[in-house]
């Protein structure tokens, strides 16, 4: 449990950083898996849960990985505007975090991370059909040859044109803290990454 002063706002600010970057590298942290939303060609909302894969702190980016083929990569190109929302009920911590959101897909970025894949996990861009497209019977979409194994380092291969990296900018961050004897609220926004405080009524 945190015992940081939830009336100092560098001490939130601290306390968020290190909860979304333990978000990454620990599985069984609720920030892992943050619900993402964006807006699509229809104007309206879609959500979703993501895999929180990077926090880069100096830039204050949120990375998430994705395939190409699916309908929210060309929906956020053509809207970049994005947000995350993360709940832990051991924290009594919700963060709502507005971003803009990037797409890369066979650039640098996404070559340094798809050499950090694992065989077993790079089998999610091996559909042969891109993701959300209907189907007349219950399948994963993978080629029957693949499935219940790991695929060759070969074979896996072919999922690098679909495997994307969004990255999401941070604009601004919506903390709220649940406490009995009273909650608190607190908006940090950043032009050029510079903090700016305000507190809010919860
Ligand atoms: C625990 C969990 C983690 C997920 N992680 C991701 C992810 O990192 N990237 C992703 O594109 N979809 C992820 N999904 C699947 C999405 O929630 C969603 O079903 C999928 O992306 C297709 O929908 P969309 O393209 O309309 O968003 C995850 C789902 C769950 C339940």
């Known amino acids: 449990m945190s015992t940081f002063s939830k009336e100092n706002t560098n001490e939130i600010f601290e306390d968020i950083i290190r909860n979304l970057s333990r978000g990454v590298k620990d599985r069984k942290h609720d920030f892992h898996t943050p619900v993402f939303s964006n807006i699509n060609n229809q104007n309206s909302i879609e959500s979703r849960v993501v895999v929180l894969r990077d926090f880069d702190v100096e830039n204050m980016i949120l990375n998430f990985h994705t395939d190409y083929r699916s309908p929210k990569v060309e929906d956020l190109t053509k ?114 990454n510079i903090k700016n405080f305000e507190w809010l009524i919860p």
């Open 79 to 192: 809207n970049e505007n994005s947000l995350f929302v993360f709940y832990d009920y051991k924290l009594k911590v919700q963060l709502r975090i507005k971003t803009i959101s990037i797409i890369n897909n066979q650039n640098l970025l996404t070559e340094e991370k798809w050499n950090k894949t694992k065989l077993f996990s790079r089998k999610c861009y091996l559909t042969k059909k891109a993701p959300s497209t209907p189907t007349n019977i219950p399948e994963d979409g993978i080629d029957i040859s693949l499935q219940g194994k790991e695929p060759s380092r070969e074979e896996s291969e072919k999922g690098y044109k679909n495997f994307t990296v969004v990255q999401n900018k941070i604009k601004e961050i919506d903390w709220l803290y649940l406490e009995a004897s009273g909650h608190r609220r607190l908006k940090i926004t950043f032009k050029q």
